[in-house]
């Protein structure tokens, strides 16, 4: 099964990715992930990107393709995969469509994850304090949320008009929260 999961900064995202891969036992990838482990590696990706991620703007979509690319070639993920943090603009949208026609693979499902946003400011301050990553500071905060409403809300409709859309509510327990998302995912295997 091939899964995009869409959700703004702070939305659970990572947590519930997390648990859904192991649950349907395919890979997790997080774009976030690889290129964290890219600028802790001190790799040349890691040099390019790391300002921009620093400032919580988006890194080039050019790498972040790339990026994806080379890790769907792996031969784990011929079966599925779930997709964290990618696609996060049309022009990456448009690009992941390309690769899995050539590939005679498509998507099964995108879910979108909604948390209104009053509600992320306050979990994603949380996080800052917990986990102490960089790129959680109140301005880098608001632009991350801005760019996801500006570059990221658009594949919502894109993805709906392909029907390919489930939004799951993501205000809850985490427990409460995955639930709902299994219920999706039931859906759409059925
Ligand atoms: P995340 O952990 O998904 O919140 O990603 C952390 C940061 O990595 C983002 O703020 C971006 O700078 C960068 N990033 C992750 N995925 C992408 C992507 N698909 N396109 C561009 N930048 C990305």
Request: charged letters at 30%.
């Amino acid at each position: 099964m091939f899964i995009v999961f869409i959700g703004p900064p702070g939305s659970g995202k990572g947590t519930q990715s997390k648990r859904l891969t192991r649950d349907l036992d395919i890979p997790h990838l997080s774009t976030g992930d690889m290129l964290r482990q890219a600028v802790k590696d001190g790799t040349e990706l890691g040099k390019q990107v790391h300002q921009y991620m620093e400032s919580g703007g988006l890194v080039p979509h050019a790498l972040a393709i790339n990026i994806v690319g080379e890790r769907l070639d792996q031969s784990d993920c011929q079966k599925g995969c779930l997709l964290d943090g990618f696609p996060r603009a049309l022009e990456q949208a448009e690009s992941l469509d390309g690769y899995l026609q050539q590939k005679k693979k498509s998507l099964n499902v995108v879910l979108e994850l909604r948390v209104d946003n009053n509600e992320l400011m306050h979990r994603m301050q949380q996080r800052a304090e917990e986990e102490q990553r960089s790129d959680d500071t109140p301005e880098t905060i608001a632009r991350r949320l801005g760019i996801y409403s500006n570059e990221t809300a658009p594949l919502i409709t894109f993805y709906q008009d392909k029907g390919l859309l489930e939004t799951v509510d993501g205000t809850g327990s985490p427990d409460e929260v995955y639930q709902r998302i299994q219920s999706s995912i039931d859906r759409r295997r059925a």
